[in-house]
């Protein structure tokens, strides 16, 4: 074959080929594999992939959302019909702890985060024996994630050691864990938010309007634009919810993700926000602020995802 | 990506971002690592092109702006360096222990580079960095010119095959950008190059720190005329294209069966395309079928090339399975089941030789033993030394043996097909990566002769399931006078039986067998072999040997089928062993003349869950005899 005749392929034609077979090798070699399911816009890339990755099978596992009932209301609808689109089983999970003593963003902080998500996720993995969890995160999102290996594993505690991983060599991914250890493994880590952004465009992969712009109720607060997602939100005294333009980069907890101001209305518009933007993408949470510098090193050792 | 190209994009982004998302769509992607120590300059280079390319975010350069000036190492001014350096250690350090990847964007491709550790004591971290590159930067200080290191970087990218090498002088500021040096260190690194057999590699004079010729061409260096780091990044040719050229390749990952209308195979091909017609061959069945689709959500593709994960149907109802290859049908890769190969050993524990492992290649997963190692490499002086084993970081060429017959082809004409990882069978830690060179005749001279009278015939005519009885424990336990009494048993009942006695075994057999760990691993290895050979013959065996590693044990439970392998542990106190000591080996051991005896200098591992326990404290060689026979009942 000469150089002619070659296919070219693009930066996202190959990176898509190196996630399907990490999804592939995992169903292979796992006992019980999940995918975490966020509903975020790279949950939904991690969907869309796993339905190409076993087509015409649907996906062989099901989807696990680690809920902490404060998510957007349009989420909860956009996570319903794409299960009952792709044909996978929706699994979801609130701490029960959480749940009786009505841990909440607004009074609660970061312990909301860590009951519902952190103890939440821990908790889920256990109750089902899931011994290879799928999740979305990059390596281009923060610094100790770039260190980290695309099968990482877990303790029985769900502990990270980040001076241990295992090496990972070419393709070839060592998927033989001991009792008690669990894998997680990160498909789309050699993903840039600006691939995953693309993807979407590409493909016509369905995301939450959220990430779009549209007259919201919002209020100010700490510095960030909230939007007032429900009748739960509590406002303060003096507080009276304006009708802004917004949008949002990342989408988490209602109270805990902050909006930007925007009038992106369409997926081109978003993607050349983001590009112009000066800010990095999870700086509209406010989790990763803890602890200085080293904060999601810490929350990962910890057990976050 | 000089100045004015970001200029340039940006008001791309700002006036046509339809525009700019086809352009972006259209780009090609490069893995590349950077090697060099932190003294080198390697984090701040690849802090400045993710600083040139606008990859690094407003807020996250305040805090680079912050923290430089808190724990950098260039004083007052922006330390690129710690913007990679992501571990806490790392940055408390001042160091780079493990491999970090970024990411950035040209015009023309999307790069992703794995920053690696120079130092000699992660030369793992950095094979794992290499092992996915297209390319590598060399990074020296123009200052201290070729150094171990820079040998060591270029060695062991070279071994794990990277073809496209940029030796970048760095630092040229400090060397008041002289021709000269630069010239003078490019000399030397071609005479070494030269001598690993590395033909070609493009050298380039920069400054990381001041950004010369890293986008633009400097003018600090006219008499440069070669293209600027960038320049040549966004230009080099990425494997993946040159795979296409070579004969289609596809490890069967998983089969794909949604119902019975439906069967495919999944897998990311390797190399070569694969179209609807075309003849292809499984192996190593050897099977072979036409292809009728190439199935993805997207739609069926006319034709799929390397890189591409797809699923692909065929004519026929041919057995293939995970661990397969489907090729194209009339060059087919080998089947083998001995290799020469070069190891590269990444863990704490040094290989154990003829110890069975894991081997991963492509999707085959097989038990393999290394051989002890022809020659490991000085990795500073690349002198081949006589080794017994290779521990952390160490490089040496092996012969390997494989329990059954893989697909392979060599590592330098197929990655895929040819590099395989090593992982220990207890601990399960990816322990050595390796390289396959080429298979070893005599696997392929020596068939298998099937016989006419078979196992179940000989054990048919006993009258008798045939085990094996594996007595384990320390060095007078009792293993041999308990092993004793239980065979005069099974005589009393007309069993058919024969017992391999430790000592009895070491005046023949292996006579040539010493007690270091590797002989003690052969000796157990063999011992299975011959009691595999007797069960074959219908007998039921007893061993009497102290097998003191999990490991072998292990070994020889695999090489016999579900329920023949008894583990019976006899579990004697190490005081009470040493108290007996009939053979008056622990006084020897004790004193010093007796080296790597069980339980004093070398390791007894108890086996966790045995078929049989019995204690020798609490009752006597008869009693412990007589409490086997019932466990084993009933005998057919």
Excluded at chain 1, 126 to 144: H, I, L, P
Excluded at chain 2, 97 to 112: L, P, S
Excluded at chain 2, 120 to 129: D, F, K, L, V
Excluded at chain 2, 208 to 227: A, L, R
Aim: with cysteine; charged share 25%; net charge negative.
């Amino acid at each position: 074959m000469s150089d002619s005749t070659r296919t070219t392929l693009t930066h996202l034609q190959r990176l898509e080929a190196e996630a399907i077979h990490i999804m592939r090798e995992v169903v292979a070699e796992a006992e019980r594999p999940v995918m975490l399911y966020s509903v975020g816009k790279d949950s939904a890339v991690m969907l869309h992939l796993a339905r190409k990755a076993f087509y015409p099978s649907p996906p062989p596992f099901p989807l696990l959302h680690v809920d902490t009932t404060w998510k957007f209301r349009d989420m909860y609808a956009l996570r319903d019909r794409m299960a009952n689109e792709s044909g996978m089983e929706l699994l979801v999970y609130h701490n029960p702890e959480a749940m009786e003593r009505g841990i909440n963003p607004f009074d609660h902080g970061a312990l909301h985060t860590d009951m519902w998500k952190t103890e939440g996720l821990k908790q889920a993995l256990d109750k089902w024996q899931f011994d290879a969890a799928f999740g979305g995160a990059r390596r281009d999102e923060e610094k100790s994630r770039a260190k980290e290996r695309i099968f990482s594993f877990r303790s029985a505690s769900h502990g990270w050691d980040p001076k241990n991983q295992r090496p990972e060599l070419w393709n070839l991914y060592n998927a033989r864990k001991n009792k008690g250890e669990s894998i997680r493994v990160f498909p789309i880590s050699n993903w840039t938010e600006l691939d995953v952004w693309q993807y979407i465009h590409l493909n016509q992969v369905p995301i939450v309007p959220l990430y779009f712009a549209e007259k919201r109720p919002t209020v100010e607060r700490d510095g960030m634009l909230l939007m007032v997602d429900d009748e739960r939100f509590p406002l303060r005294p003096g507080e009276v919810p304006v009708e802004r333009s917004i949008r949002f980069r990342t989408l988490g907890c209602y109270p805990l993700t902050g909006a930007v101001e925007s009038t992106a209305s369409t997926l081109p518009q978003v993607i050349q926000e983001t590009l112009l933007t000066t800010t990095s993408e999870r700086q509209g949470r406010a989790i990763d602020k803890d602890a200085g510098g080293a904060g999601m090193e810490v929350k990962k050792q910890q057990g976050y995802f | 990506m000089s100045g004015d190209v970001i200029y340039q994009t940006e008001a791309l982004i700002a006036e046509d971002i339809d525009a700019y998302l086809e352009q972006h769509q259209h780009k090609t992607m490069l893995r590349f690592i950077t090697c060099g120590s932190v003294d080198d300059g390697k984090s701040t280079l690849i802090g400045r092109l993710l600083y040139d390319s606008k990859m690094i975010f407003e807020d996250q350069l305040a805090a680079l702006e912050t923290d430089s000036k808190k724990v950098g190492t260039q004083g007052q001014e922006i330390d690129f360096a710690l913007l990679v350096d992501g571990l806490a250690a790392e940055r408390e350090q001042g160091i780079t222990i493990d491999v970090a990847y970024r990411f950035f964007n040209t015009e023309k491709r999307k790069f992703i580079v794995a920053d690696c550790p120079g130092h000699e004591q992660y030369t793992r971290n950095m094979i794992t960095g290499a092992s996915t590159a297209d390319l590598a930067v060399i990074l020296i200080d123009a200052r201290k010119g070729v150094l171990t290191q820079t040998r060591r970087h270029t060695y062991l990218c070279h071994l794990i095959g990277i073809r496209n090498i940029v030796l970048a002088v760095n630092k040229m500021d400090l060397v008041d950008y002289s021709q000269e040096v630069f010239d003078g260190i490019v000399a030397d690194y071609a005479a070494f190059a030269k001598s690993i057999g590395i033909q070609d590699f493009t050298a380039m004079p920069i400054s990381g720190f001041k950004g010369d010729n890293i986008t633009t061409h400097s003018p600090n260096t006219h008499w440069y005329k070669g293209p600027t780091l960038v320049d040549h990044l966004e230009t080099v040719e990425v494997i993946t294209s040159q795979d296409q050229d070579k004969p289609f390749r596809m490890p069967v990952q998983w089969v794909n069966r949604p119902n019975l209308d439906f069967r495919g195979f999944s897998g990311l091909i390797a190399t070569g395309s694969v179209k609807p017609g075309n003849a292809v061959r499984v192996l190593p069945s050897g099977k072979t079928s036409t292809v009728t689709r190439v199935v993805t959500l997207d739609g069926d593709l006319d034709e799929a090339v390397a890189g591409q994960s797809v699923t692909v149907c065929f004519a026929d109802e041919i057995d293939c399975s995970r661990g397969d290859v489907i090729s194209i049908a009339d060059t087919p890769p080998q089947v083998a089941d001995q290799f020469e190969t070069t190891i590269v050993w990444l863990n704490d524990e040094p290989l154990h030789v003829g110890r069975a492992y894991w081997l991963k290649l492509a999707t085959q997963t097989v038990s393999v033993t290394v051989q002890h190692p022809k020659y490991a490499v000085n990795v500073n002086t690349m002198e081949h030394i006589a080794v017994k084993t290779l521990d952390l970081n160490a490089i040496g060429v092996a012969e390997i043996a494989t329990d059954r017959q893989i697909v392979f082809e060599p590592y330098e004409a197929n990655r895929t097909l040819g590099g395989f990882i090593l992982v220990d069978k207890l601990t399960n830690a990816t322990v050595a990566a390796g390289m396959l060179h080429f298979s070893l005749r005599r696997a392929q001279n020596v068939h298998w002769q099937p016989t006419d009278v078979t196992r179940a015939d000989h054990a048919k005519l006993k009258n008798q399931t045939p085990k094996v009885l594996w007595f384990t424990g320390l060095s007078g336990a009792g293993k041999s006078t308990i092993a004793n009494e239980v065979e005069k048993r099974l005589a009393i009942m007309n069993r058919h039986t024969f017992l391999l006695d430790g000592d009895n075994v070491r005046h023949g057999l292996n006579k040539d067998l010493g007690f270091t760990e590797a002989d003690r691993i052969e000796n157990i290895r063999r011992v299975g072999e011959v009691a595999k050979l007797m069960v074959d013959a219908g007998l039921i065996v007893l061993t009497a040997f102290i097998s003191p590693f999990r490991a072998e044990r292990e070994m020889v439970r695999k090489m016999l089928g579900e329920g023949e392998f008894v583990e019976i542990y006899v579990d004697t106190p190490l005081e009470v062993a040493e108290a007996r000591d009939v053979k008056g080996l622990y006084k020897k051991a004790r004193s010093g003349q007796l080296k790597n005896f069980t339980g004093i200098d070398s390791p007894y591992e108890a086996p966790p869950a045995p078929e049989i326990r019995v204690n020798t404290a609490e009752m006597s060689a008869e009693e412990a005899a007589e409490y086997i026979i019932r466990q084993l009942m009933p005998l057919k």
